[in-house]
């Protein structure tokens, strides 16, 4: 029977998702599928219940986590604590899970970071919240959230105060600048960064010991570029993706894959759209 699964989101067509999961499909022998699918705003109920019996999980990106924990029919801790899915399991039922939190955790014990005091996150939506959740567990005490909407930060404070975490948030534009901190971590995409915090990233790196950029894309980012030049203990968008992907394939396919076969299978991905990319403008 064919078997199927995909990630969700909008928009979609640059996730890597498939270049990982199809990788790791090969590395455990499976004849499996998996592609991205754009699904609109606020479709997804509906885009669920549409699935055939071959379709067996999804992965699930923005806008679309909070969504997903709110259609499922049961759901993990974690995905319940933070307040978003980013894996849907469809089995007969629809179960929810959350593989953000621990594949944060992951990524950042691979480079060696932990035993955190202070950390400030720049931006407050689902993944926020889930990186709050991970910090706590590597020790955080107190979270900075660097926000341009304070009102739109309620639920990740809320979910920050629940584990124990001592919050503070500020604007984009608060007259103190960035002070220091155990870890920055920036949650924004590129455009929001230089639209909000201006166009230098290297300025909110001061006092930083170390740097978390959960985005990806475009890669490199600017926020990823300005950690390694300062020679910082920089973890990437790309291993979290890999971290994340690699419990998601335990729970979807029930097998083990290392996520450093999926960060490469990502990573040669990319080279093959930045070649393309060259390529087509060199002919333009």
């Known amino acids: 029977m064919l078997r199927r699964c995909g990630v969700v989101g909008h928009p979609v067509a640059h996730s890597l998702s498939p270049a990982m999961h199809r990788a790791a499909y090969v590395h455990l022998g499976l004849d499996w599928t998996y592609d991205a699918v754009d699904v609109a705003p606020g479709a997804l109920h509906a885009h669920v219940r549409g699935l055939d019996d071959t379709w067996r999980a999804l992965s699930v990106t923005a806008p679309h986590k909070r969504d997903a924990l709110a259609l499922a029919e049961s759901a993990d801790d974690v995905a319940t604590l933070v307040g978003g899915a980013n894996t849907l399991l469809l089995d007969g039922s629809v179960r929810a ?52 909407d304070a009102d739109r930060a309620r639920e990740t404070v809320g979910v920050a105060e629940q584990v124990g975490l001592r919050v503070g948030v500020h604007g984009f534009g608060d007259a103190e600048g960035p002070g220091e901190t155990d870890l920055l971590v920036s949650t924004i995409p590129g455009a929001g960064l230089v639209d909000g915090l201006g166009a230098d990233p290297g300025s909110w790196l001061d006092g930083a010991l170390a740097v978390f950029d ?23 968008g790309l291993d979290l993706l890999a971290h994340q992907a690699a419990e998601q394939v335990r729970l979807m396919v029930d097998g083990d894959v290392s996520a450093v076969v999926l960060r490469d299978a990502a990573l040669e991905e990319l080279g093959r759209r930045l070649g393309t990319a060259a390529r087509d403008r060199s002919t333009a």
Do not use: F, H, K, M
């Open 97 to 148: 899970a959350n593989t953000d939190v621990p594949g944060a955790v992951a990524a950042l014990r691979e480079r060696g970071i932990g035993e955190l005091g202070t950390v400030r996150v720049l931006g407050a939506g689902a993944t926020a919240a889930s990186l709050a959740v991970a910090v706590r567990e590597l020790g955080a005490e107190r979270l900075e959230l660097v926000v341009r």
């Open 214 to 236: 959960v985005v990806y894309d475009p890669w490199p980012t600017r926020v990823t570029s300005a950690a390694v030049a300062a020679g910082l203990p920089t973890v990437t």
